[in-house]
Nanobody
Framework: QVQLVESGGGLVQPGGSLRLSCAAS????????MGWYRQAPGKERELVAR???????NYADSVKGRFTISRDNARNTVYLQMNSLKPEDTDVYYC???????????????WGQGTLVTVSS
């Protein structure tokens, strides 16, 4: 019905950069907010960044100034540019979209399967 496909995760050295991408597809009428969350083992899932359809953004304090979220509404795609990466950024990152399902008009919080970001020397 609805799929969020993530890409861009991997291994990077401290101080390096990665760019995550997430494309939503399927039975979608519209998407309001898209965002990125992360979850380390033994910890709660936390918001990293989010962006509305109009382009308003919010960031976690821990990543502000280092990460940048953006989106391409025509492609239903959200990006997370991660610079100056730290070992503390090592997490599984999940893409999220608040969307309206086509025909049924149901409101749905859709999630990607997660992509692992490892920051290590």
């Amino acid at each position: 019905q609805v799929q969020l496909v993530e890409s861009g995760g991997g291994l990077v050295q401290p101080g390096g950069s990665l760019r995550l991408s997430c494309a939503a597809s399927g039975n979608i009428f519209s998407i309001s907010t898209m965002g990125w969350y992360r979850q380390a083992p033994g910890k709660e899932r936390e918001l990293v960044a989010r962006i509305t359809v109009a382009g308003s953004t919010n960031y976690a304090d821990s990543v502000k100034g280092r990460f940048t979220i953006s989106r391409d509404n025509a492609r239903n795609t959200v990006y997370l540019q991660m610079n100056s990466l730290k070992p503390e950024d090592t997490d599984v990152y999940y893409c999220n979209a608040r969307l309206v399902v086509r025909d049924t008009r149901d409101i749905l919080d859709a999630w990607g399967q997660g992509t692992l970001v490892t920051v290590s020397s």
